[in-house]
């Protein structure tokens, strides 16, 4: 019996190495690669790095001993695109962007990068291993210093964390032909003169669900008064929401079908305590969009740079500087009980974009393993319908 456990624990040491050494399971193609498909005429296969789910930002080398930061995808910019290629020991590598300088690391700080930073430089003494996290997302290791990049909280840099798990720091590699623009919006910008469900003015207008765990929604409570949270009152004209563009690309006003926009208050006034949204007939304040997961969103104020977040065991919201918070993410729900009194579009209503996920509902590029995806549409009236796709194992 001894010589039995002997033999198995022996036979699982052995699968155990079998499958560390040859688990050369890795998120892309190491370049060169000369004939891949993919490859450029040096052999260089570039990707864009997804930070995470549930953003839309992306790996940029910012320059020269600079920061490492996430920005959103500038089409075909060299500092976006990154390589990865053997340093030539076992399960190491070299992220490299396509300026030629290579991701590095400082614990201490130099200059003007902070302390614990990891940034660009032409020559990297660091090297780099991948852990599969869910579906395509993967963690990366500095293998020297034995920790995973990591991103700094409110920040757009990167640092490096201890421990696995921290699944808002995977990433996703992603071919540039995969990549599919993210809507910067939840919804229509009014006025949208001849969409099917504006009203006679042009204005779409939307109820903003607080989050997916809650049946309640933003409530215009009235000039200088909170902005609440309250069970929905369908065609409620203070439960009713229209995105106005500024002269800011992707910057917006929010304003109720009471006229009031959404402002913000660090101070408080007459009936309006500290650190508080309320509504105001005066514009003050403007937002920007954060696409969260599928189609929840968290909404930003520019101007304070901090998020509108649900206070805790009350109806109204102050901000939160950190992203994600997903208990104040929201959902933009088409109200489309129109006043023109159009159809709803059905036949004349082409997609404008078209979405993946996986059956755990984690959203993919453009997929090519073989399995079961669910499709999105969303249509040129925020309709969305869904279905299946089937790729074969070739």
Known sequence: MKNLYLLLATML??????????????????????????ADANGDVWYLIQCNLRTGDYY?????????????????DASQLWKVVSSGGENAYKLVSKTGRELNYTEEGFADIKEDRMYTTSSSTYTYSFTKRADNFWQIKNNEEESYINKHNG???????????????????????????????????????????????GNVWYYIQCNLRSENYY????????????????????????????DTEDVFRLISKTGNEIAYSADGFGDVGADRFYLTSSPT??????????????????EINSYIN???????????????????????ILNTNNQNGLPIVSDNDPIVATQYYTLQGV????????????????????????????????
């Open 13 to 38: 040491l052995v699968f155990s190495l079998g499958e560390s050494v040859n688990a050369q399971d890795l998120p892309c193609v190491v370049s060169p690669a000369t004939g891949n498909a993919d």
């Open 60 to 76: 940029q080398d910012k320059g020269e001993n600079r920061p490492l930061e996430a920005h959103k995808v500038i089409q075909g």
């Open 155 to 201: 920040h757009a840099e990167f640092g490096l964390y201890d421990e696995l798990g921290d699944d808002g720091s995977s990433v996703i590699f992603i071919l540039p032909k995969d990549y599919v623009e993210q809507p910067t919006t939840p919804g229509i910008v009014s006025p949208a003169v001849g969409n099917p469900n504006a009203d006679a003015s």
């Open 219 to 246: 409530q215009d409570m009235g000039e200088n008064k909170v902005l609440e949270v309250h069970p929905l009152s369908e065609n409620d004209p203070s439960q009713l929401w229209k995105i106005i563009a500024t």
């Open 285 to 302: 304040n403007t937002y920007s969009f954060s696409l969260r997961n599928d189609n929840f969103w968290q909404i930003k104020c520019v």
């Open 310 to 332: 649900k206070h805790n065991n009350h109806l109204e919201f102050g901000k939160y500087s950190a992203i994600p918070d997903n208990g104040s993410s929201v959902i933009f």
């Open 363 to 394: 959203r993919v590029p453009s997929p090519t393993v073989s399995g079961i995806y669910l499709v999105k549409n969303i249509h040129a009236s925020q309709k969305v319908t869904t279905s299946k796709y089937f790729i074969p194992q070739r």
